[in-house]
């Protein structure tokens, strides 16, 4: 069945130390989106990337990586420099192209810390 | 400014009633786009329905429907003959940027409605 597959479903992390949660679409998807939810909140844009090989900075950033190596995957980073980093994080990808088009979501990391 | 205002944190609502979750925008752009998700407690995100700024029609699938008020800047959900299963969490999103060639930019996303269908 095409979707997006997130892993792991639950992540700790331990003070100062990266961690990286996978994304993989197999919807041949030419966009892909990484959000993070806090308790009782919508969705904040961390990254995203219309194409292989390229990605931009959303409204919080700060203290995430991504890379776009492969149009299947969008792997995100969170690093030690992130200071706040327990809450859900979502993936999403779309068609990309001039028709604006509906983002599909995988089922979510939710990342505590220890 | 919150570029997306729902303005009901919690309804309740009795099963088989019809149900008006609301949603205003705040953009310049001419062209836009306006989402409906779904977020049952499981977690996953589920595209509801969607309205183009520059659709002359309301948009409907299924049971949901969407009341665009475009001078008034509101993208209200309608669901019809509500189900036990429609409670959960909706969102509220919107897509700025023109098109075509608008690109793929990310959502931005209200804070949501908690709605409780009650038997």
């Known amino acids: 069945d095409g979707g997006i597959t ?4 639950y992540l ?13 679409q197999n919807l041949n998807h030419d966009a892909m989106y990484w959000y993070r939810q806090d308790p009782g909140q919508g969705l904040r844009l961390i ?19 991504v890379s776009r190596e492969k149009k299947e995957s969008f792997p995100l980073t969170v690093t030690s420099a992130q200071k706040n980093p327990t809450a859900f994080y979502l993936c999403a990808s779309s068609i990309g ?4 088009q509906p983002q599909h ?3 979510g990391t939710r990342l505590s810390i220890l | 400014a919150q570029k997306i205002t729902q303005t009901q944190p ?3 609502v009795q099963e088989k009633e019809a149900v008006t979750l609301d949603c205003t925008y705040d953009t310049s752009d001419q062209s836009y786009g306006l989402f409906w998700y ?17 659709d002359e029609q309301n948009a409907t699938e299924g049971r949901y ?6 001078a008034r800047k509101s993208a209200n959900l309608v669901i019809s003959a509500s189900q036990l299963g429609d409670s959960a969490m909706y969102f509220c999103a919107m897509r700025e940027g023109s098109w075509p060639g608008g690109g793929a930019d990310g959502l931005t996303f209200g804070k949501g409605t908690h709605l409780i269908i009650q038997p």
């Open chain 1, 12 to 24: 700790f992390r331990k003070e100062g130390q990266n961690v990286t949660l996978s994304c993989e």
């Open chain 1, 6 to 9: 997130q892993s792991p479903k």
């Open chain 1, 47 to 65: 990254y995203y990337s219309q194409i292989v090989n390229d990605f931009q900075k959303g409204d919080i950033a700060e203290g995430y990586s």
């Open chain 1, 105 to 107: 979501f995988g089922d």
């Open chain 1, 97 to 100: 192209g001039s028709v604006p």
């Open chain 2, 38 to 54: 779904k977020q049952p407690s499981s977690g996953e995100m589920i595209f509801l329905i969607y309205q183009g700024s520059y």
């Open chain 2, 65 to 70: 429907s969407l009341n665009f008020q475009k």
């Open chain 2, 10 to 12: 919690g309804m309740f």
